[in-house]
């Protein structure tokens, strides 16, 4: 897989202007409060400024996260009628769906049951929370014996998973109640949210309340410490405010979910495009072995350092897997 297979490049660069011009209009004007580190909650340092939006970085665990941060309600605002987040939500992603199927979701949705499958929870009810376009929901119901709950608050996306025939709630997660879920275990699965939420642990112990003893979480998000963030750095264009908040990584993530009352069963990065990005960035490289890497490495050689960087733990792409303890 390359990266311009499920971000094609002009598209992409399209959403990352529209982005530009949204942070100005929905945040420019908005109190900004300053945070601890969402994962340790320590005091961070200054890292960079971008788009108007000061990243710090801990100095404890390495996770690098936005503060001051907007108030939340102006990403209510934003999520709701910014053109950047309707071309994602409609233009972007339309057009790179039956991709991402095929690339991302199908092979996802068959690791997330074979992960159940061996921790004794094949049968659990899938409940997928920010489900979007639904991708994820219809590939896993094939695999599944229960039909799986797509937690969905955007109102278009919501139908275009109804749409699907899928079953939806049209609620954001921190309005769900217990009555809203199925009954039996839950495997909650939620996937490239976690680095956009306002707040990580109030997401989190609001999701530990609705799950029973012995329920699944898995997701995925962007690792701070991985391999093309880190090189990139403020230039990467995955560190895109106003979306890209919160940047944990492996060592982290679990002080967070440990101080949470979770148990963390098995965090991996099991990503496919670091080294890809950092060729199609090349220019923004300023480490000489890397560049010099990108520069003279084939695509066999390239793939070598991928899998080395993925099974190490230094990818960017982030999966975890934990359970209520």
């Not at 990352?16 to 340790?40: K, N, Q």
């Not at 929370?129 to 639904?134: F, K, L, Q, V």
């Not at 405010?241 to 492996?250: A, K």
């Not at 190490?312 to 209520?324: A, L, P």
Request: charged residues 25%; neutral net charge.
């Amino acid at each position: 897989m390359r990266e311009i297979d499920i971000r094609p490049r002009a598209l992409f660069e399209e959403y990352l202007r529209l982005c530009a011009e949204d942070t100005r209009t929905y945040f420019d004007s908005v109190e900004r409060r300053s945070i601890a580190c969402p994962a340790c909650q320590s005091i961070g340092k200054p890292a960079f400024t971008k788009e108007g939006f000061t990243y710090e970085l801990c100095d404890t665990c390495d996770s690098l996260y936005v503060s001051p941060r907007p108030v939340a309600q102006a990403f209510s605002s934003y999520y709701l009628t910014a053109p950047s987040s309707r071309f994602w939500a409609t233009t972007f992603y339309r057009e790179t769906a039956e991709a991402r199927r095929r690339l991302l979701w199908q092979p996802k949705a068959r690791a997330v049951a074979a992960k159940l499958a061996s921790l004794d929870a094949g049968s659990h009810t899938i409940v997928d929370i920010g489900g979007g376009y639904g991708l994820f929901a219809e590939e896993i119901k094939a695999l599944v014996p229960h039909e799986p709950l797509v937690v969905e608050p955007a109102p278009h996306l919501a139908q275009v998973c109804r749409d699907k025939s899928l079953r939806v709630l049209e609620k954001f997660l921190e309005d769900v109640r217990p009555s809203d879920l199925p009954a039996g275990g839950k495997a909650f699965v939620s996937f490239e949210l976690f680095e956009h939420l306002h707040d990580p642990r109030l997401f989190l112990a609001r999701l530990r309340e609705l799950m029973g003893r012995g329920d699944i979480f898995v997701f995925t998000t962007l690792s701070g410490t991985g391999l093309d963030i880190r090189l990139l750095w403020d230039r990467s264009k995955s560190v895109s405010p106003p979306h890209h908040l919160n940047f944990l990584n492996p060592r982290s993530v679990t002080m967070l979910l440990e101080s949470l009352g979770f148990a963390a069963v098995e965090v991996t990065t099991p990503g496919a495009l670091d080294v890809d990005i950092l060729a199609n960035n090349r220019d923004a490289l300023t480490d000489r072995f890397w560049r010099l890497l990108i520069e003279r490495s084939d695509e066999r050689q390239r793939q070598q350092w991928q899998r080395v960087v993925a099974e190490t733990g230094w990818s960017s792409h982030m999966m975890v897997v934990c359970r209520k303890s």
